[in-house]
């Protein structure tokens, strides 16, 4: 008897120890607060710094505050080395007012994609800003009130958003409040290798601007070897295309209908998307196309596989070009908007934002210096070394003018102007329930890929039921 | 001479002193209970009170009853997340078991050569760090260069997607986690040196070759040993998060969406902490029956052979 006491004692501890796992979860609520902050007179002045090895003419605003802040960066790599010259341009031009930036590495998107930001939230010790490339994610924690509203801020530093894209507007705006400063914002477009099109017999002065011609040049690259491939002609499911919300939006499907608050997932848009990748999983195995991308190869490796030549193609933002820059400059590739079906968005594209938010309950003051930090990122001068790399784009059209590759004739710079012009362009599914439906999405997706029996419209009726349920119950 | 002594022993524990002692041990043993009972108990408690909630960590907990736990039963990736944790319990751990007790015989053979550094082979792979384990392991099962499939296609067979496979993934996992048994070996080496040697010195006389010898007397002698041992590979397997965090977040498909990494998913990405809170609960109550179940029926600290 006592020996089955003790061993039940022993089966308790045991999950005891189990449980200790999740249970240091519970935090204390943070309220939901709403800051007013006093509007000062905002006195602003020029001011040359040094930024890396350069010397940038910068604006510099006086709100009659001084003092630190902390501030997250979801940044890494070369991207962090970039931001530690931001930081310290940004804290020498503020040196005279005492304004001081702290800054923090937090990846995975500022502690938004691995629960970290919701801990220090929920603990307390959230920063005082932070920028994340999470602009769905950012956008549900508005939702759950985790973020400041910044209209009373953004007077108060005097940052005019009105001229933003409306297409960020998106993102920005929760219930008619702005919570979310994109910094910059990405395109996302076909690349192709031009050697391989070529190799292919395909006319490399018209690329594929349909899906019908996107599918015709898919065919034409693949190379069967035995009874797997040496080369695809794309994976659609591949870098950008493996994004929740990106490739529905080219085929003009709207997951969430902002209007009347329902999730929209079984419009014929949608369900044409679905088919169109279950027609590639029929056609070409996703076990066979996935032996591909599959590994380390990732978008900042040279293994990716079109930097190896095993896709001639794929759907991708901008940045990649500072990616192929990187690890395969002698690779040839050609960026050309997304081919759409006839009733698609044509010449448009999702945008994909890095977007500012301060947490609430971050104390006013130092609220009214962290937003001083996001006006000074919105510079032309401070951006232009960022756009210059990755090829981001600036938020508000006329701030093309001011940037080096618009002013030295570039191309394809002024292909991503005339794609980030379209009226279409906005980011999708953005709502209280934006992470879930995301990934519930792409799960879908990969069941629909990896078992090409079930039905696109039955699977997709019943995740919008699933997920309606949930946003409902908020 | 032995009433004398139990009488003194009677004295001395009414006595001054032993309740003196008593109180500093307390004292000295205070930093862990006030630790386990802020940071264990409070927890578990207010985990079961979240699991009750419509909890999102930010704003205030609402009370919902069980409706957490009956949706949790609706929820098809639960259901997945529950059968993928059941496939790696009912394959992955008699497997890893089965190579861990026996590579464990074999280490503790005296007439093979080389053991001493054999265990330090196998013990090796548990020192790397899981990161480091899970990114290497990435390479290994890599479909198309990966060391497993070229081995396989030198004896002409075709490589599956291991882990871009729905259907290899998991089977890829277990192999890692053999890979990394050598704690388990450790244990079980111990274990079977307790062995008194005149047991396997009486089997040889009567004619018993070696695995005679280890099936009739180490492995029922070693019995609570391995209890324990798949014990603690139970409780892992249901509490293995970093290894498909890292390297499939639980795809292709969900294959390999394990119980914890959907309660972290659930906690920390989607918002749903009293969701999550209810996912651990039933973790604790399964965890517990499981073992419970082991412990009757391979009935613990009876070692008779």
């Given at each position: 008897m006592i020996r089955k006491r003790r061993n039940i004692l022993a089966v308790v501890a045991a999950g005891a120890m189990t449980m200790s796992l999740l249970a240091g979860c519970g935090g204390q609520i943070a309220p939901v607060e709403t800051v007013s902050v006093e509007t000062t007179e905002s006195n602003t002045t020029s001011k040359t710094v040094?930024?890396?090895?350069?010397?940038?003419?910068?604006?510099?605003?006086?709100?009659?505050?001084?003092?630190?802040?902390?501030?997250?960066?979801?940044?890494?790599?070369?991207?962090?080395?970039?931001?530690?010259?931001?930081?310290d341009a940004f804290n020498e031009a503020y040196k005279d007012l005492g304004i001081t930036c702290e800054v923090q590495y937090v990846p995975d998107g500022a502690g938004i994609n691995n629960g970290k930001l919701l801990s220090a939230i929920a603990g307390g010790t959230a920063p005082d800003l932070l920028i994340t490339d999470n602009p769905t994610s950012a956008y549900q924690y508005v939702a759950e009130g985790s973020f400041m509203p910044l209209d009373e801020i953004l007077k108060q530093i005097d940052l005019d958003v009105n001229s933003f894209y409306d297409g960020c507007k998106d993102v920005m705006y929760y219930e008619d409040q702005c919570f979310l400063i994109p910094q910059d914002t990405n395109v996302i477009m076909l690349y192709f290798r031009p050697d391989i099109a070529k190799e292919c017999g395909l006319d490399i002065d018209n690329p594929p601007t349909t899906l019908d011609e996107l599918d015709a040049w898919a065919e034409a690259m693949t190379v069967a070897d035995g009874d797997n491939y040496s080369r695809l002609g794309i994976?659609?499911?591949?870098?950008?295309?493996?994004?929740?919300?990106?490739?529905?939006?080219?085929?003009?499907?709207?997951?969430?209908?902002?209007?009347?608050?329902?999730?929209?997932?079984?419009?014929?848009?949608?369900?044409?998307?679905?088919?169109?990748?279950?027609?590639?999983?029929?056609?070409?195995d996703p076990e066979k196309i996935n032996a591909f991308s599959s590994g380390l190869g990732g978008m900042f490796s040279p293994d990716h596989p079109f930097m190896t030549g095993k896709v001639g193609m794929t759907f991708t933002g901008n940045w990649f070009t500072g990616a192929l820059r990187a690890y395969a400059p002698d690779v040839e590739y050609t960026a050309v908007p997304v081919p759409v079906p006839e009733y698609g968005r044509a010449k448009s594209s999702t945008f994909g934002c890095n977007v500012f938010a301060i947490p609430n309950g971050t104390d006013p003051e130092k609220a009214s210096l962290a937003a001083l930090y996001i006006k000074f990122c919105e510079q032309g001068s401070?951006?232009?070394?960022?756009?210059?790399?990755?090829?981001?784009?600036?938020?508000?059209?006329?701030?093309?003018?001011?940037?080096?590759?618009?002013?030295?004739?570039?191309?394809?710079?002024?292909?991503?102007?005339?794609?980030?012009?379209?009226?279409?362009?906005?980011?999708?599914?953005?709502?209280?329930?934006?992470?879930?439906?995301?990934?519930?999405?792409?799960t879908l997706r990969e069941n629909l890929i990896y078992d090409t029996s079930l039905d696109p419209a039955t699977e997709l009726k019943t995740l919008e039921e699933q997920m309606q349920a949930e946003m409902d119950s908020k | 001479m032995k009433k004398n002594r139990s009488g003194k022993l009677s004295e001395y524990s009414q006595s001054k002193m032993r309740k003196k002692e008593a109180l500093h041990g307390l004292l000295f043993v205070s930093p862990w209970i006030i630790g386990f009972f802020t940071f264990t108990l409070y927890p578990i408690i207010s985990s079961f009170y979240y699991s009750l909630c419509n909890y999102n960590v930010i704003s205030r907990p609402r009370f919902i009853g069980f409706m957490n736990y009956v949706n949790l039963f609706k929820d098809k990736v639960f259901i997945k997340a529950c059968q993928n944790t059941l496939y790696m319990i009912l394959i992955g751990v008699p497997l890893t078991t089965l190579i861990a007790v026996l590579v464990s015989l074999l280490l503790n053979n005296k007439k093979l050569r080389g053991t001493g550094w054999m265990r330090v082979v196998f013990f090796i792979p548990t020192l790397v760090p899981t990161v480091v384990a899970c990114l290497l392991w990435i390479w290994v099962m890599q479909p198309d260069s990966g060391i497993v499939n070229t081995v396989l296609s030198y004896l002409h067979i075709p490589g599956p997607g291991w882990l871009s496979s729905p259907t290899w993934a998991k089977p890829a996992f277990i192999l890692m986690m053999i890979w990394t048994c050598g704690n388990a070996v450790i244990i079980y080496l111990a274990g079977l040196q307790d062995v008194p040697e005149t047991l396997y010195d009486a089997a040889a006389i009567d004619g018993a070759n070696f695995w005679q010898q280890s099936l009739l007397i180490s492995m029922p002698?070693?019995?609570?040993?391995?209890?324990?041992?798949?014990?603690?590979?139970?409780?892992?397997?249901?509490?293995?998060?970093?290894?498909?965090?890292?390297?499939?977040?639980?795809?292709?498909?969900n294959a390999t969406m394990f119980y914890s990494l959907y309660l972290y998913q659930n906690a920390f990405t989607f918002f749903k902490m009293g969701f999550a809170s209810a996912q651990a609960w039933i973790m604790l109550l399964v965890a517990m029956v499981i073992i419970l179940v082991l412990f009757k029926v391979f009935r613990f600290n009876d070692t008779e052979i």
């Open positions: 040094a930024m890396g090895d350069r010397q940038i003419d910068v604006e510099v605003t006086d709100i009659g505050l001084s003092g630190s802040f902390t501030y997250w960066s979801a940044f890494t790599g070369d991207s962090a080395t970039w931001e530690q010259e931001r930081v994976i659609p499911w591949l870098d950008s295309g493996d994004d929740a919300f990106v490739l529905p939006f080219f085929f003009g499907a709207d997951p969430y209908d902002k209007e009347n608050k329902k999730i929209n997932l079984t419009s014929e848009n949608m369900v044409s998307y679905m088919e169109w990748i279950q027609s590639y999983a029929k056609k070409y401070v951006n232009d070394d960022n756009f210059c790399q990755w090829r981001s784009i600036p938020v508000i059209d006329a701030a093309f003018d001011d940037v080096t590759l618009t002013k030295e004739g570039d191309p394809m710079y002024a292909m991503e102007r005339e794609i980030a012009a379209s009226p279409e362009n906005g980011i999708p599914a953005l709502c209280s329930v934006s992470a879930e439906l995301s990934t519930q999405f792409q | 002698l070693i019995r609570p040993t391995i209890l324990y041992n798949v014990t603690i590979l139970i409780i892992g397997v249901f509490q293995w998060f970093a290894e498909p965090y890292i390297m499939t977040e639980g795809g292709p498909s």
